[in-house]
Each structure stands twice: as C-alpha cells, then as structure tokens.
C-alpha cells in the first residue's frame, strides 16, 4: 500500500464567482485527493493542504487547474512549515529578505508566533534559536507558551521573568534532549559567573532545543557567533518599531524595584 503525501496548493482567485470552491473541491474528489485544511491567504491567494495516494494525482490535477481561467495556480510542492501556518492562520510569516535564518513578528501575531516556534521547539537534534524584542513585547511569555504547545519541559539558565534568575549548577536529570533551555543574554552577560557559563557551554552540547533572548549582545561576549544560530525571531509591538539595547542595557531591577537577584 502506496503512503499518502502531503501538498501544498496556493491559487489565486482572478474571477471569484459563486461556486468555484465547490468546482475545485469536487475535482479534488473525483481525483481522490483529500483536503486537509483550506484556508485564505493574503490578496485573493487561498492555501490548501492536501493529501494524495500518489504523485500522477497531482500532475493531474495541475494539468486541469492550469486550463481554468478563473485561477492561476501559485505554488505546488511538498508543504514546508510556513505553508502549514499560512493555511492555519490565513497569512505567511514575514523573513528578512537578506537573512533567511530571521522571522519577523508584532504583538497581534502572538498566536502564530507561538505555533511557529512550537514547530521549531519539536526539532530533533541541537537547535538553536535567538529571540529579539523590546522588554516587556513577550518575548518570555512567548517562548514558554509555545514549550506548553510542543510539550517540552522548560528550563531557565538565566531570566528576567520574575526574579534575576542565574543558573549557576545543574542537577543530573536537567541535562536531557527532552528539555527546552531558555536564557537571557544581557542577565548572563552582566550578572553572571564562570560556573554559569559553564552550564552554558555544558547545555549547548546537548542535543537539544536552546533558546537565546537578545542574541546580538549574548555573542558580543562570549565565543559563540550568530553564525551559530540556526533561526532568530524578531518581536515587535509594531512593524515601525526599532529594536535597540540603549533601555535594554539599563539596569532593570534594583533595589527600589523590591526585586532581587536568585542564583542557584
């Protein structure tokens, strides 16, 4: 028994008239391939995942959509996860058109921000990814949300969630594939030691999942690079907004905050 394929089918819509879904819908049936998830995506786009028995099904298919003259087929290929999370969400995520490695996102896209990096938190293997942003636009907040959505046990090296939280030491059971390591790279840059930073180092040869905040500053002080880095998320409260490190670099808890540092 031939193994079903997944697809992703984009069209766009150059004459919207009553019935073409369903007209696409019953070819889709008479040529049984199976839709998975149908959704609209940007400008008159819509985005389909399908599944079929076998590849002559889809050349098929491309050969009759390429005579409709109400669509013209945009894409057709095997779906790569940005393709999955267009058709989720009804748009695409936005990457840098000179680094491939960086998304961009603002605060209304929390959702498929969080269903991005769950995809990118259930990699096999050593991944490591940086996240960019103001305080307080979500960067944390997002990050364990979307640990929460791949079901990966969380583990802060260094933090500014609640309290000034350095790992300086971890117990025997924290160093597994299975865990999802999170650190702040100002806290581990300013507040830290060198049995901090050999955890780091001790956890980066893990082959796991590492999530790293304010990457840039994090690789001016240590000897990793962002060439190391196998994606970077940029957060934005808005799609204007400069992301800088002159308030970053401030100190954010002091004394008259009432919050302290926790190292353990």
């Given amino acids: 028994m031939d193994e079903r394929k997944d697809w992703y089918l984009e069209y766009e819509i150059l004459h919207n008239r009553p019935g073409l879904l369903g007209d696409i819908a019953s070819l889709l049936g008479m040529l049984s391939i199976n839709i998975i998830m149908i959704n609209g995506v940007e400008d008159n786009h819509r985005g389909m995942l ?7 099904q ?11 003259q109400t669509i013209q087929v945009k894409k057709i290929r095997r779906p790569k996860l940005r393709d999955r999370l267009a058709v ?11 680094d491939k490695k960086t998304f961009r996102f603002v605060r209304d896209e929390l959702g498929i921000l969080v269903d991005f990096m769950a995809e990118l938190f259930n990699k096999e293997g050593h991944v490591l990814i940086g996240i960019r942003g103001m305080p307080r636009v979500g960067k944390t907040e997002s990050v364990v949300a979307s640990s929460v959505c791949a079901n990966k046990k969380w583990l802060f090296l260094s933090s500014t969630l609640l309290k000034q939280t350095v790992r300086s030491q971890l117990i025997k059971h924290e160093y597994h594939k299975d865990y999802l390591y999170i650190l702040d790279g100002i806290v581990s840059v300013k507040r830290s030691s060198e049995k ?10 893990l082959p796991a999942v590492k999530v790293v905040e304010h990457p840039d500053v994090f690789v001016q002080h240590s000897e990793y690079s962002l060439d190391d880095f196998d994606y ?14 002159e308030e970053i670099n401030k100190p954010q808890f002091d004394e008259q905050d009432g919050f302290s540092m926790f190292d353990f």
Avoid: A, C, P
């Fill in 232 to 245: 970077f998320i940029e957060l934005r409260n808005n799609e204007d907004e400069e992301i800088t490190y």
């Fill in 88 to 98: 989720m969400h009804g748009r695409y995520i936005k990457s840098d058109s000179d």
């Fill in 196 to 205: 901090h930073w050999q955890v780091i180092r001790e956890v980066m040869q």
């Fill in 58 to 68: 889809m050349k098929r298919l491309v050969t009759i959509l390429d005579t409709m």
């Fill in 50 to 56: 399908l599944l079929s028995k076998e590849d002559k």
